[in-house]
Each structure stands twice: as C-alpha cells, then as structure tokens.
T-cell receptor, first 119, second 112 residues
C-alpha cells in the first residue's frame, strides 16, 4: 500500500511555543489530506480537511488560527499548533487519499502519528 | 449526526476466534473499513468491504455486513498475541469524496 510519513513521532514543547507537524505522501500524490486528533481512550476526531493549493476546511469547534494547516504541494501537508497549551497535548494523526487511483477510491492511508506533549 | 458504535473491550485466549462488532448509521456508506492501531502508532487498514457485499474473507479475517441492521463485524480466526491492538470500525460519510467516521475502537487483548 501507499506510504504516508509523519514527522516528528514525538515532540515536547514549552507552553506558548509553536510546533509544526509534517505529513508526506511518499509514493503517491495526496490530493486530499486529513488531520485527526486522538484523545486517550477515544476515537479519532477529524480536525480539518485540506486540498492541495486551497484553504483547509475546519470542523466545527476547531480553531483555525490555532491549528494552521498548509497543503502547498501534492505530497506535503503541515499542521502547526500555535501558542501551544498543555490541553493541546494529544496524539495527532494525518491521513492522505490518492483520488487518482480511482474516481471512487476511498481508501485513506495514515501516518504513524505525532505525540505532542506541552509542558 | 452520523455515528459508529462498537464495544470498547474484548479479551480472548490465544488460538480462539475474536469477533468485533460495529453498528453504523449512514445507510448510504459505500465502503466500510476495519483499521488496526498498535500502541503509539497510526492506523493500518486491515480490510474493507463494499456495501453490496455480505461477506469478505481475507486469510484469517472475515468481515460480515448486514446492511438491513447496519451491522458490521470482524472475525479474526486463530487469534495470536500479535493481534492485540485497538480495532476501529469506520464508514465513509458524504459519498466517495466524504470523510471517514470512526468508532471509538475496540481494544483486543489476547491472553496466552
């Protein structure tokens, strides 16, 4: 299957600083990328959907000024957590879809996730 | 809104079969998925089933779909300790271009 690389896998930052998480599709063009947040013992919560070259679409309740998403190329999307607070500590997972494989393709490939700890 | 429900825990003995159940609400879902998440890792697609199928078998995995009851199950035959993980059921919502809606995940514990 296709490979999605997410970096870093773990990051610890001080409260008030910003952290950037990268998500790369290594062997396919990801026309659409998704960013999820996973709380302990809970399912994944979709934060936003980004299409290459356009602004991300944020889910209700997700602050777009705090979670900046950039999808500048077909292989790279970034999530920047700005002015991080301890409550932003979580597991963030990106996902990419390759719609060129089939018009009806719905398979999503996931990165390994980033464990963010804000101290 | 759309919802996917699954039980949170399942414990089995090594060699037994595991059955993880899931119910979903979007009757127009074209695909339904099972993902596996190992500790601290991202999600790995295990298998999926197209909505016009009742069953799909892939080695030790069997997926059963009951569209009438909107019920999906994943059976793992001859469960091994390496199968211990969290299993997420997911449906595609909003058509083929839509988003995945995940259940809360079932933590499978396999005892030797």
């Amino acid at each position: 299957g296709a490979v999605v690389s997410q970096h870093p896998s773990r990051v610890i930052c001080k409260s008030g600083t910003s952290v950037k998480i990268e998500c790369r599709s290594l062997d396919f063009q990801a026309t659409t990328m998704f960013w999820y947040r996973q709380f302990p013992k809970q399912s994944l919560m979709l934060m936003a959907t980004s299409n290459e070259g356009s602004k991300a679409t944020y889910e209700q309740g997700v602050e777009k000024d705090k979670f900046l998403i950039n999808h500048a190329s077909l292989t790279l999307s970034t999530l920047t957590v700005t002015s991080a607070h301890p409550e932003d500590s979580s597991f963030y997972i990106c996902s990419a879809r390759d719609l060129s494989r089939s018009p009806l393709n719905t398979e999503a490939f996931f990165g390994q996730g980033t464990r963010l700890t804000v101290v | 809104g759309e919802d996917v429900e699954q039980s949170l825990f399942l414990s089995v003995r090594e060699g037994d079969s595991s059955v993880i159940n899931c119910t979903y609400t979007d009757s127009s879902s074209t695909y339904l998925y099972w993902y596996k998440q190992e500790p601290g890792a991202g999600l790995q697609l295990l298998t999926y089933i197209f909505s016009n199928m009742d069953m799909k078998q892939d080695q030790r995995l069997t997926v059963l779909l009951n569209k009438k009851d909107k019920h999906l199950s994943l059976r793992i035959a001859d469960t091994q300790t390496g199968d211990s993980a969290i299993y997420f059921c997911a449906e595609i919502y909003g058509g083929s271009q839509g988003n995945l809606i995940f259940g809360k995940g079932t933590k499978l514990s396999v005892k030797p």
